[in-house]
């Protein structure tokens, strides 16, 4: 029977499934494996199941020499915490769950855009701190959302879901920026990045993370937004450059923000933690225990068809 680490614990479920397949060790803690444990790991199991944040970069490959492991089967769709051209050149395979994530993540994108908007989250404080004094007819006006143009940075399988709730939900009219065309179900306008951001109400980054989207979203895309318009951001962290998004937020420059991702997580400054024009959550995007669910028996059935040598259902 091969043995399968899993990083962190998953729902019972998928574990109990997970253990009736394979000879199963799961670490007892829920922070991420630091590169000493990423190596070991290499050495002593055939099949790791890693999670966000597993340092799986290239000097644990490096360092772990001819690997044990021959699998690594992501939980996630985001793999930016795995260096995967490393990975592949000592003998391992990676994989991930796309889909079962798409959903979930887009409905975390319209609390967002709908707390930041409608300033849900600065009354909800307000009331709660017994500051609430009835209604009245200027109190905490925020942005109507039905109507406006979103901006979708990326447009994938999580960009279009996204996209479509705000369309065809809330009459938005869509533009985006993508590295290439994309045949969609509903109107939408590709432009350039700068054009993209410029003509929107609200902005959502909805890209993958790594080298190439590092600090996609800088000083210069915050300068590119209308000043009346929030960013949202439910994709990685470092696609954002932090301190230009907190200085674009500080100078008025944007409105608003509502983030799921932090660039440095789980750190989060304490600039954005003091604004009240700011929506903090804290990595929600798929945590509903169905997804995850889905999540984890993806990433079972990626470890399940190497065991059985047959092709993998999600390589990247």
Aim: glycine share 8%; proline share 6%.
């Amino acid at each position: 029977m091969l043995k399968l680490l899993i990083s962190r614990r998953l729902p019972e479920s998928v574990m109990a499934a997970a253990a009736a397949r394979f000879d199963v060790t799961c670490r007892p803690v829920t922070t991420p494996m630091d590169h000493a444990a990423c190596v070991a790991a290499l050495r002593d199991y055939d099949i790791i199941l890693p999670t966000l944040g597993d340092a799986f970069r290239a000097p644990a490959f490096a360092e772990a020499g001819k690997p044990r492991a021959r699998l690594l089967a992501n939980f996630g769709v985001g793999y930016n915490h795995i260096d995967v051209a490393a990975a592949r050149a000592a003998g391992l395979a990676v994989t991930n769950t796309p889909g079962a994530v798409t959903d979930a993540t887009a409905d975390i994108a319209m609390t967002l855009i709908l707390m930041t908007a409608r300033r849900a989250g600065e009354g909800e404080r307000m009331l709660r701190a017994g500051k609430w004094e009835g209604w009245h007819p200027t109190q905490m006006l925020g942005m109507h959302l039905s109507g406006r143009t979103v901006c979708i940075i990326g447009m994938g399988r999580i960009g279009q879901a996204i996209a479509r709730r705000c369309h065809f939900g809330f009459g938005c009219k869509i533009v985006y920026a993508n590295r290439s065309p994309k045949a969609v179900d509903f109107p939408a306008a590709q432009l350039d990045l700068p054009e993209a951001i410029s003509a929107a109400d609200i902005v959502v980054l909805a890209t993958p993370g790594g080298a190439e989207t590092h600090h996609l979203m800088g000083e210069a895309a915050f300068a590119a937004m209308q000043t009346h318009a929030i960013f949202v951001n439910i994709s990685r962290g470092d696609v954002v450059n932090e301190a230009a998004l907190i200085t674009a937020l500080q100078t008025g420059q944007i409105a608003g923000a509502g983030l799921d991702v932090y660039e440095f997580e789980p750190a989060v400054p304490p600039e954005l933690i003091a604004m009240e024009n700011v929506t903090l959550l804290p990595h929600l995007g798929t945590a509903a225990l169905d997804v995850r669910e889905d999540m984890g028996r993806m990433a079972l059935a990626n470890c399940i068809a190497y065991a059985e040598g047959c092709a993998l259902p999600n390589p990247v």
